[in-house]
Every structure is written in structure tokens, then in C-alpha cells.
């Protein structure tokens, strides 16, 4: 499925959470590659958040329910601001996923082994710094 599909077919907060767990896992996965000595990994992934803010940008200019509309424009603000992240990262030649660059970000990914109440596994959780948390239904958009 295209993001922007994704993007459209589910509700806002689904949306902007699974975003930015994909933003996550995605970086996660960029610096395995810078590790693996893909040196131009985390430049090659900044030119994909470019292609996918136009694409985000070529969505909005169509007809859009108002709340479509809205879900697309945060979506556009957190990836605004990822894309500004990982220029950073670049800036400063971090290539380490341990560097605070990245480590300070909100991190969104999926524990397929957190324990639930009713006894499963498998939540959203956020880390920050060496701070994890559950994801609790909060709401960016």
C-alpha cells in the first residue's frame, strides 16, 4: 500500500503512529547500513523523506475532506521535521545509532514482546534518551 493511501484510509491518530514508527524503524535501519559501510545510507534516505513530503504535498492539493486535509498537514509538519533531523544527523557526520542526535528524538517502535494486561504481547513503545515508555493513545495530530 502507498503511504499516502495509508495515509488517507485510516484514521489520524493510526496514522501519525504508525508514521513514526516507520520513521524509526526506517532510520534503525540506516544506520545498520551506514554500519555495514553503506556510506551514503543516511544521504540516500534524506532524498526518500524529500520524495515523500512532495508526495504528501502533491495529496494535500487535491480534493481533500477537511479532516483528511488536517491529518495530511501534520503528517507533512512531523516529516518536516524528521527530514530537518536526519539533515542534522548528516550535518554532524553521526553515524552511530547511539548519538544523541538520535537518541534525544521521541523514538516510536514496535515490541512484539511487551506484555499486555490480558496476558498477550506486542505494544507501541516510545523511547527518549535511555527513557521507554507505552504508548498511551496520545494524540500529535
Known amino acids: 500500500m502507498k503511504r499516502t493511501d495509508?495515509?488517507?484510509?485510516?484514521?489520524?491518530?493510526i496514522a501519525i503512529t504508525s508514521c513514526?514508527?516507520?520513521?524509526?524503524?526506517?532510520?534503525?535501519?540506516?544506520?545498520?547500513?551506514?554500519?555495514?559501510?553503506?556510506?551514503?545510507?543516511?544521504?540516500?534516505?534524506?532524498?526518500?523523506?524529500?520524495?515523500?513530503?512532495?508526495?504528501?504535498?502533491?495529496?494535500?492539493?487535491?480534493?481533500?475532506?477537511?479532516?483528511?486535509?488536517?491529518?495530511?498537514?501534520?503528517?507533512?509538519?512531523?516529516?518536516s521535521h524528521a527530514r530537518d533531523i536526519i539533515a542534522g544527523l548528516i550535518a554532524n557526520k553521526q553515524t552511530q545509532s547511539d548519538c544523541f542526535g538520535w537518541q534525544g528524538q521521541l523514538r516510536y517502535r514496535w515490541d512484539p514482546d511487551a506484555p499486555?494486561?490480558?496476558?498477550?504481547?506486542?505494544?507501541?513503545?516510545i523511547n527518549i534518551c535511555d527513557a521507554e515508555f507505552r504508548y498511551a493513545f496520545e494524540y500529535l495530530g
Open 116 to 125: 499486555l494486561e490480558d496476558g498477550s504481547k506486542g505494544d507501541c513503545v
Open 20 to 79: 513514526q514508527t516507520w520513521w524509526c524503524t526506517e532510520v534503525e535501519q540506516v544506520f545498520k547500513q551506514l554500519s555495514s559501510g553503506s556510506a551514503s545510507a543516511m544521504s540516500e534516505y534524506n532524498e526518500k523523506q524529500v520524495q515523500q513530503i512532495t508526495d504528501l504535498i502533491t495529496c494535500v492539493r487535491t480534493k481533500l475532506t477537511k479532516q483528511d486535509r488536517r491529518k495530511v498537514m501534520n503528517i507533512i509538519t512531523l516529516d
Open 6 to 13: 495509508l495515509i488517507l484510509e485510516y484514521p489520524g491518530q
